[in-house]
């Protein structure tokens, strides 16, 4: 198929939706096989903007043909699509009265209010409602292909780690990886007992995720210790056993971990040496690690111990105001596309800071058409806001006094604060501040907001009550 035929092909798929000069060079030039770098270098574009620009493309793609259509698939997606759907597509088309982009077509269907699901955890597989936070998703896809790689996932709660993961792990098992997920969170409190005994919890499930029978005592040697027999169970047993196929260890929510010091200053630096590992032993390419989790680790570790400075670190961002239009347009809200529909977004996304399960939410309750966006966000930090419920969980957290105390310095100043490394590792867990080492400041206006009024009137009971008691 020649160049010219994509080209058709596409503004069938993609009807009104016309695309810019630089979608049609980053379209055909993919279709011919070119790198990012080269359509760079030969565009005069940056190489991050050319990746954003084909991240967006596939995406689009993606939601007019309800296909995952991505660089590396995008021969077979248009091939298929024009021997197996053309025809009807085209009949489609003409049976529809006015204009309409394919992001409306699918709006059309799957975005009435009736049918749009309260924001609650990862977005589904396939879901219409992921957005894209380019280059993320082509830099953990294409991490896992490389054998014994470490991909560490981190962000605080709520922020998409785990619709990300799920996404990878999608496209491992497209490859015909074998998957084993552990969340750490389902971990029993005794299992965090002592190493022995996390280690052999560790090792059972990754055991039977595998389909292989546990058989941990015919390895496991006390004298030689639980880390050295857990490295022998996955060497001369696990990765053994399993086929020719690389093994994807997902490990999310692995944060739980660092708080029980005596486990996470042994269980971190072996996973360490296992990446090492495979540099010099075939066994150990088999194995693909992802660890995911909210925080930093404030647990010292020698710089040739720690896992986090080894590997690929993805840090998930904040949504930019061009992904809250992209989010606003997929839940139906047709006037994000145009000029002052931008303008109202832009006054959301400043208020939580273009936190994606914040700015899902507003979106969420403005599509089922509960509210006005301004009375959304004039009443967001307030107890008849949309954000109540998050916010009073969030207070909850927060009733010990050290943090309670770190948060007030916080809210005090629009200047970054110095805070203790654990206070610094539980707030930026929550999500409630981002942290430059362990200076920190409020996550988004909503939190500044929100707490100022809550730790005020904490504060002013306080003091009444110890008033009362003097008196």
């Known amino acids: 198929m020649s160049v010219e035929d ?14 810019a000069s630089i979608q049609w060079f980053v379209l055909s030039q993919s279709w011919l096989g070119k790198t990012y770098s080269e359509m760079a270098e ?20 993606s939601v007019a043909l309800g296909k995952r259509v991505t660089k590396k698939n995008l021969h077979l997606a248009l091939n298929k699509y024009l021997q197996d759907n053309i025809g009807d597509r085209q009949n489609q088309i003409q049976q529809k009265s006015g204009e309409e982009s394919s992001l409306e077509m699918v709006s059309s269907d799957f975005f009435s209010a009736s049918k749009i699901e309260f924001p609650s955890g990862p977005v589904p597989l396939g879901s219409p409602l992921y957005i894209n936070r380019p280059p993320l998703e082509e830099l953990v896809c294409n991490e896992i292909l490389h ?34 997920y552990l969340d750490f969170q389902e ?7 002592s190493l022995d005994k996390f280690l052999r919890w560790f090792c059972v499930n990754v055991s039977r995720q595998l389909n292989l029978f546990p058989c941990l005592d015919d390895f496991w040697d006390t004298e030689m210790g639980s880390k050295v027999s857990c490295k022998i169970y996955f060497e001369a047993y696990l990765l053994q056993y399993i086929d020719c196929s690389p093994v994807v260890l997902a490990l999310n929510e692995v944060h739980r971990v660092f708080e029980y010091p005596n486990i996470a200053q042994d269980f971190l630096p072996m996973l360490r040496f296992w990446h090492e590992q495979a540099k010099q032993d075939q066994i150990w390419q088999k194995l693909r690690m992802v660890v995911v989790h909210t925080t930093e680790i404030y647990i010292p570790l020698n710089l040739n111990q720690s896992p986090f400075n080894v590997g690929i670190t993805i840090t998930l961002p904040p949504f930019t105001l061009k992904q809250v239009e992209n989010l606003a347009l997929r839940y139906g809200l047709h006037c994000a596309a145009d000029s002052e529909g931008t303008k109202h977004l832009a006054h959301l996304q400043a208020m939580v800071g273009g936190h994606p399960y914040l700015v899902s939410l507003a979106l969420y309750h403005l599509c089922q058409k509960e509210m006005t966006l301004e009375m959304l966000l004039e009443t967001a930090s307030t107890p008849v806001g949309i954000y109540n419920q998050h916010l009073r969980e969030l207070l909850t957290l927060l009733q010990e006094p050290e943090l309670m105390s770190a948060m007030q310095q916080i809210i005090a100043t629009d200047e970054k604060v110095e805070l203790n490394a654990i ?3 539980k707030l930026e867990s929550m999500g409630l501040v981002q942290l430059n080492g362990n200076q920190a400041h409020a996550m988004c206006e909503l939190y500044r907001l929100y707490f100022s009024q809550q730790l005020g009137k904490q504060n002013s009971a306080n003091s009444s009550s110890t008033f009362s008691s003097n008196f």
């Open 423 to 425: 206070a610094a590792y």
């Open 6 to 19: 994509i080209l058709q092909a596409v503004e069938k798929i993609l009807q009104d939706k016309p695309l």
């Open 187 to 193: 971990a029993d409190q005794d299992v965090f007992g």
């Open 147 to 180: 054998p014994g790689c470490l991909i560490r996932i981190k962000a605080p709660r709520k922020m998409g780690k785990s619709s990300l993961l799920n996404r990878m792990i999608a496209y491992a098992r497209e490859q015909s990886y074998q998957i084993v």
């Open 42 to 61: 030969a565009s005069g574009y940056g190489n991050n903007y050319i990746k954003e620009v084909g991240s967006e493309l596939w995406q689009d793609l």
